[in-house]
T-cell receptor
Framework: QKEVEQDPGPLSVPEGAIVSLNCTYSNSAFQYFMWYRQYSRKGPELLMYTYSSGNKEDGRFTAQVDKSSKYISLFIRDSQPSDSATYLC???????????FGKGITLSVRP | GAVVSQHPSRVICKSGTSVKIECRSLDFQATTMFWYRQFPKQSLMLMATSNEGSKATYEQGVEKDKFLINHASLTLSTLTVTSAHPEDSSFYIC?????????????FGQGTRLTVV
């Protein structure tokens, strides 16, 4: 079993839809959880960062962490064509440790 | 967020030559930087952890003599691909965390696309 599993894609939704992206993990030592957005041929851009169970909201994005179920989610409200990108979940054991990434899911938002 | 700058963004080199990629933390100090490699439509694969003032730690299967890493200061790490071959063609990305923020969020450079011909 891989340490981090991410829902496979690709995912295509109409503009304005609510998008739900999910990852599960097996290592209970993971403490920090991040979501990155990566456009083609660019480096990953940090979207959300959380370290405790619960929800964290930033504009149209909400990150959810459930440590008891080892499950994290990223919700995108009112999706826009500019949200079309690959989304990667990432997590690690503690500050300054290496990240373990999910495989990534490619999202396409149709106008 | 903190800014990580990577240079060059794209490089084409001949087989057998060496290529140096720079990773700079522009507005923060980073005692540790991470180097990743990414193949098309795949996730990031950690190659090595670069530590300021000491030797890098390489992941299993990564040739340390081929991928030379130097972290000479708190804001600069370099990756040198020595005697490059076409199979080394890939997207290389560095990452760093801000000491002042407690090394929490990881920020990435814009990546370097290496093509070996």
């Amino acid at each position: 079993q891989k340490e981090v599993e991410q829902d496979p894609g690709p995912l295509s939704v109409p503009e304005g839809a609510i998008v739900s992206l999910n990852c599960t993990y097996s290592n209970s030592a993971f403490q920090y959880f991040m979501w990155y957005r990566q456009y083609s041929r660019k480096g990953p851009e940090l979207l959300m960062y959380t370290y405790s169970s619960g929800n964290k909201e930033d504009g149209r994005f909400t990150a959810q962490v459930d440590k008891s179920s080892k499950y994290i989610s990223l919700f995108i409200r009112d999706s826009q064509p500019s949200d079309s990108a690959t989304y990667l979940c990432a997590m690690d054991h503690g500050a300054n440790s290496k990240l373990t990434f999910g495989k990534g899911i490619t999202l396409s938002v149709r106008p | 967020g903190a800014v990580v700058s990577q240079h060059p963004s794209r490089v084409i080199c001949k087989s057998g030559t060496s290529v140096k990629i720079e990773c700079r933390s522009l507005d923060f100090q980073a005692t540790t930087m991470f180097w990743y490699r990414q193949f098309p439509k795949q996730s990031l694969m950690l190659m090595a952890t670069s530590n300021e003032g000491s030797k890098a730690t390489y992941e299993q299967g990564v040739e340390k003599d081929k991928f030379l890493i130097n972290h000479a200061s708190l804001t600069l790490s370099t990756l040198t691909v020595t005697s490059a071959h076409p199979e080394d063609s890939s997207f290389y990305i560095c990452s760093a965390r801000d000491r002042a923020r407690g090394y929490t969020e990881a920020f990435f450079g814009q990546g370097t696309r290496l093509t070996v011909v």
